[in-house]
Protein backbone atom coordinates (compact mmCIF):
# COMPACT_ATOMS: atom_id res chain seq x y z
CA UNK A 1 0.00 0.00 0.00
CA UNK A 2 1.39 3.46 -0.50
CA UNK A 3 1.80 6.11 2.03
CA UNK A 4 1.54 9.52 2.85
CA UNK A 5 3.54 10.37 6.13
CA UNK A 6 4.76 13.91 8.05
CA UNK A 7 7.15 13.44 10.43
CA UNK A 8 7.91 15.37 13.63
CA UNK A 9 5.42 18.56 12.78
CA UNK A 10 6.56 20.53 15.69
CA UNK A 11 3.50 21.95 17.88
CA UNK A 12 3.86 24.39 20.60
CA UNK A 13 0.47 23.67 22.37
CA UNK A 14 -1.11 23.02 26.09
CA UNK A 15 -0.70 19.25 26.75
CA UNK A 16 -0.57 17.42 30.20
CA UNK A 17 -2.45 16.48 33.29
CA UNK A 18 0.10 18.74 35.92
CA UNK A 19 -1.36 22.36 36.77
CA UNK A 20 2.20 23.99 35.38
CA UNK A 21 1.61 22.01 31.77
CA UNK A 22 -1.99 23.80 31.38
CA UNK A 23 -0.43 27.57 32.23
CA UNK A 24 2.91 27.18 29.76
CA UNK A 25 3.08 25.57 26.00
CA UNK A 26 5.27 22.86 25.53
CA UNK A 27 6.63 21.36 22.11
CA UNK A 28 5.05 18.89 20.72
CA UNK A 29 5.99 16.58 17.57
CA UNK A 30 3.32 14.81 15.50
CA UNK A 31 4.00 12.47 12.73
CA UNK A 32 1.49 10.52 10.88
CA UNK A 33 1.52 8.18 8.50
CA UNK A 34 -1.25 7.14 6.34
CA UNK A 35 -2.14 4.52 3.79
CA UNK A 36 -3.86 5.37 0.51
CA UNK A 37 -3.97 4.43 -3.18
CA UNK A 38 -1.65 7.08 -4.56
CA UNK A 39 -2.04 5.21 -8.09
CA UNK A 40 -4.60 8.00 -9.58
CA UNK A 41 -3.05 10.86 -8.12
CA UNK A 42 0.54 9.75 -9.38
CA UNK A 43 -0.94 9.19 -12.95
CA UNK A 44 -3.00 12.60 -13.56
CA UNK A 45 -0.84 14.97 -10.87
CA UNK A 46 -4.68 15.56 -9.14
CA UNK A 47 -3.87 17.06 -5.86
CA UNK A 48 -7.81 16.22 -5.98
CA UNK A 49 -7.08 11.93 -5.90
CA UNK A 50 -4.49 12.32 -2.74
CA UNK A 51 -4.34 13.97 0.73
CA UNK A 52 -3.06 17.60 0.76
CA UNK A 53 0.13 16.86 3.59
CA UNK A 54 -0.17 20.93 3.64
CA UNK A 55 -3.67 20.94 4.66
CA UNK A 56 -3.36 18.02 6.77
CA UNK A 57 -0.77 19.39 8.65
CA UNK A 58 -2.96 22.76 9.56
CA UNK A 59 -5.45 21.07 10.28
CA UNK A 60 -4.40 18.80 13.01
CA UNK A 61 -1.61 21.75 14.22
CA UNK A 62 -5.00 23.35 14.45
CA UNK A 63 -6.62 21.19 16.08
CA UNK A 64 -3.87 20.21 18.65
CA UNK A 65 -4.08 24.05 19.84
CA UNK A 66 -7.28 24.78 19.90
CA UNK A 67 -7.91 21.01 22.17
CA UNK A 68 -5.44 21.55 25.39
CA UNK A 69 -5.86 17.75 25.58
CA UNK A 70 -4.60 16.14 29.01
CA UNK A 71 -3.38 12.59 27.83
CA UNK A 72 -1.65 12.21 24.91
CA UNK A 73 -3.74 8.87 24.18
CA UNK A 74 -6.68 10.85 23.91
CA UNK A 75 -5.34 13.09 21.57
CA UNK A 76 -3.98 10.42 19.56
CA UNK A 77 -7.41 8.52 19.28
CA UNK A 78 -9.32 12.15 18.11
CA UNK A 79 -6.28 13.03 15.31
CA UNK A 80 -6.53 9.18 14.26
CA UNK A 81 -10.63 10.03 14.46
CA UNK A 82 -10.58 12.90 12.30
CA UNK A 83 -7.90 11.96 9.50
CA UNK A 84 -9.89 8.88 8.96
CA UNK A 85 -13.30 10.79 9.07
CA UNK A 86 -12.31 13.69 6.98
CA UNK A 87 -9.50 12.48 5.01
CA UNK A 88 -10.52 9.30 3.98
CA UNK A 89 -7.21 6.68 4.25
CA UNK A 90 -7.44 2.88 4.35
CA UNK A 91 -5.07 3.66 7.67
CA UNK A 92 -3.56 6.02 9.53
CA UNK A 93 -0.99 5.78 12.14
CA UNK A 94 -0.47 9.10 14.22
CA UNK A 95 2.72 8.66 16.83
CA UNK A 96 2.77 12.23 19.34
CA UNK A 97 6.59 12.84 21.20
CA UNK A 98 6.01 14.69 24.21
CA UNK A 99 10.14 15.97 24.77
CA UNK A 100 9.62 17.39 28.17
CA UNK A 101 7.74 14.98 29.32
CA UNK A 102 10.60 13.02 31.28
CA UNK A 103 13.86 14.08 32.89
CA UNK A 104 17.02 12.47 31.48
CA UNK A 105 15.03 11.08 28.11
CA UNK A 106 15.29 11.89 24.60
CA UNK A 107 11.21 11.55 24.21
CA UNK A 108 8.59 9.95 24.91
CA UNK A 109 4.95 9.36 23.77
CA UNK A 110 2.24 6.93 22.27
CA UNK A 111 1.81 5.84 18.69
CA UNK A 112 -1.72 4.86 17.46
CA UNK A 113 -3.27 3.22 14.33
CA UNK A 114 -6.62 3.25 13.06
CA UNK A 115 -8.06 1.75 9.82
CA UNK A 116 -11.23 2.78 7.92
CA UNK A 117 -13.78 0.34 8.85
Known sequence: MDK????????E???????????????LFVSIEIEKDLKSAGQTGDLAK?????????????????????LLEELGVELCDIILKEYAPYSVTVRLNKPKAVADVREVGIQITKTLE
Do not use: H, W
Request: proline content about 5%; some cysteine.
Open 4 to 11: IFISDLKV
Open 13 to 27: CIIGIFDFERVTPQP
Open 50 to 70: TIDYADLSMRVKKYIINRKAK
